[in-house]
């Protein structure tokens, strides 16, 4: 049980860190267009 419980918080730690890389990302992109339009 131990082991399941820790797998799925690790599980859900990388599923949330991936979640906000993407989110930065997508921040990051429209900043990146805006600088290459100058």
Do not use: E, V
């Amino acid at each position: 049980m131990t082991i399941f419980i820790h797998n799925t918080s690790l599980m859900t730690l990388i599923t949330t860190s991936r979640a906000l890389i993407a989110q930065k990302q997508n921040l990051l992109k429209p900043k990146q267009i805006n600088l290459n339009g100058k």
